[in-house]
Nanobody, 125 residues
Framework: VQLQASGGGLAQAGGSLRLSCAGS????????IGWFRQAAGKEREFVAA????????YYADSVKGRFTISRDNAKSTVYLLMNSLKPEDTAVYYC???????????????????WGQGTQVTVSS
């Protein structure tokens, strides 16, 4: 599967952005999707994930209650709605996919086989 992340940009603190991760191929609904981010000079970190069926979602503590992940398999797209943005949310955001991920590994970067290019999110104070 090929992934295309989009929707990044500049937002003020307290504002919102919605990222999209569009997948190619007919089997998109079979893939669990994760969002990760990498700030300058830092390691890539987990943000949120959604199982292939959409019935299970998982969030990093730092974004819980502010970010919402969802998917529309008919459109082969996963969304990350980011509300109440903070300057510390500034990073390049990546989406990743895997068809055989297990829940205990869903937040690990090495658990995903496919990655999209990043989209920059910048939050000003």
């Amino acid at each position: 599967v090929q992934l295309q992340a989009s929707g990044g940009g500049l937002a003020q603190a307290g504002g919102s952005l919605r990222l999209s991760c569009a997948g190619s191929g007919r089997a998109f609904s079979r893939y669990s999707i994760g969002w990760f981010r990498q700030a300058a000079g830092k390691e890539r970190e987990f943000v949120a994930a959604i199982r292939y069926s959409g019935g299970y979602t998982y969030y990093a503590d730092s974004v819980k209650g502010r970010f919402t992940i969802s998917r529309d398999n008919a459109k082969s797209t996963v969304y990350l709605l980011m509300n109440s943005l903070k300057p510390e949310d500034t990073a390049v955001y990546y989406c990743a996919a895997d068809s055989s991920i297990i829940l205990s590994q869903i937040s690990r970067t090495d658990a995903y086989d496919y990655w999209g290019q990043g989209t920059q999110v910048t939050v000003s104070s």
